[in-house]
T-cell receptor
Framework: SQTIHQWPATLVQPVGSPLSLECTVE??????LYWYRQAAGRGLQLLFY??????ISSEVPQNLSASRPQDRQFILSSKKLLLSDSGFYLC??????FGSGTRLTVV | AQSVTQPDIHITVSEGASLELRCNYSYGATPYLFWYVQSPGQGLQLLLK??????LVQGIKGFEAEFKRSQSSFNLRKPSVHWSDAAEYFC????????????FGRGTSLIVHP
């Protein structure tokens, strides 16, 4: 069966520190992968999506970047976190199956 | 580009009552349509989806939704709500061809009174 794993579940990071969130998918090949951010009380904002290894499309210019080093691995990164990067980050594959999310608090 | 409107920010119902959550979309052709549920601090769980065929779609947890092309709507229904249904509900629309990028509504918060 197809499953998606996302970690960590929660993260508290100081302003200016780096970030790396990882998402992996099992049971499927060449999936479309997505990173979303959900601010408190709001809907989902698409940040990045990828249709293959090394292929990243950015929807919103910001302090974050994404990489896809392997077919079923999608990483969200930042070199220096801002307070405004706080939120709930969700990975998805094939557009409609989501991971359990990472709650990021930047302090 | 597609768009989704969930007109109700909050909905309050009594346990055992029926439920209908509204979703309207804007898209030039027949889209793919989805409903998700999100409990606090959790990811999104897919309740049901519509790609084509029968316009009445059955989902998990006793939910169903009906695609009405003439009204550009995809409303979610449940005949009898349980207290455990209290959560945030999101409608989403994706283009039926080309790059598959869904657009989400702002969500409807369901409150269930005992």
């Amino acid at each position: 069966s197809q499953t998606i794993h996302q970690w960590p579940a929660t993260l508290v990071q100081p302003v200016g520190s780096p970030l790396s969130l990882e998402c992996t998918v099992e049971g499927t090949s060449n999936p479309n992968l997505y990173w979303y951010r959900q601010a408190a009380g709001r809907g989902l904002q698409l940040l990045f999506y990828s249709v293959g290894i090394g292929q990243i499309s950015s929807e919103v210019p910001q302090n974050l970047s994404a990489s896809r080093p392997q077919d079923r691995q999608f990483i969200l990164s930042s070199k220096k976190l801002l307070l405004s990067d706080s939120g709930f980050y969700l990975c998805a594959f094939n557009g409609y199956t989501f991971g359990s999310g990472t709650r990021l608090t930047v302090v | 580009a597609q768009s989704v409107t969930q007109p109700d920010i909050h909905i309050t119902v009594s346990e055992g009552a029926s439920l209908e959550l509204r979703c309207n979309y804007s898209y030039g052709a027949t889209p793919y349509l989805f409903w998700y549920v999100q409990s606090p601090g959790q990811g999104l769980q897919l309740l049901l989806k519509y790609f084509s065929g029968d316009t009445l779609v059955q989902g998990i947890k006793g939910f169903e939704a009906e695609f009405k092309r003439s009204q550009s709507s995809f409303n979610l229904r449940k005949p009898s709500v349980h207290w455990s249904d209290a959560a945030e509900y999101f409608c989403a629309v994706a283009p039926s061809g080309g790059s598959y990028i869904p657009t989400f509504g702002r969500g409807t918060s369901l409150i269930v009174h005992p």
